[in-house]
């Protein structure tokens, strides 16, 4: 039987999203895989739909409503691998902090997870580009005593880059290969 993983999108959902078709891709044969596209969960549905639109409709209730929505979804679902982008890693935190059967969060350019002051009881792997200018500070990640992994010459965005595509999936096909290694040892 596949391991769950859920998948939460960043603030532009599927809207703007082709890129997670490459996850989804790579993985659906592997994990039975359950999308939420974050602007759904956070019920926003904004006319002019800019970046500092959708910021503010997420930071002025959006993340609150969205955590509830997870929650509600998937409060009774078995603990699962989490794979969140950008706003949804925020979401992802704070709903395993709130009680999300959470078995491991891997957040790549989490926004506003920077805010948070509460250690998670769940496994936790943070990646983000040098340049994004979202990124907690190493004081931030110090005081959680959590680590972040940086990489150099990108950015905010750097989820959606083809060569990163491929070293996350590696790492979660890595993982279920490890797992079918031990089932059979």
């Not at 959590?146 to 890595?174: M, R």
């Amino acid at each position: 039987m596949a391991q769950r993983l859920v998948v939460l999108s960043d603030m532009w959902g599927i809207r703007n999203g082709l890129w997670v078709t490459s996850y989804l891709g790579y993985l659906q044969q592997y994990y039975d895989i359950v999308y939420y596209d974050c602007q759904e969960l956070a019920q926003i549905n904004v006319e002019n739909e800019t970046e500092e639109n959708l910021h503010n409709a997420f930071v002025s209730g959006g993340i609150d409503i969205a955590v509830s929505e997870l929650l509600k979804k998937e409060k009774k679902s078995e603990p699962s691998r989490y794979l969140a982008f950008s706003i949804g890693g925020t979401i992802a935190y704070k709903a395993g902090l709130a009680g999300l059967p959470i078995k491991s969060l891997y957040a790549v350019s989490s926004t506003r997870v920077r805010k948070e002051t509460e250690k998670p009881s769940f496994d936790t792997r943070f990646i983000y580009g040098a340049n994004d200018k979202f990124r907690p500070s190493d004081e931030w990640a110090t005081n959680l005593d959590l680590e972040i992994e940086v990489i150099d010459d990108f950015g905010h965005e750097l989820y959606s880059d083809e060569k990163i595509t491929k070293e996350i999936c590696q790492e979660f096909l890595t993982m279920v290969s490890m797992r079918k290694c031990k089932a059979s040892a």
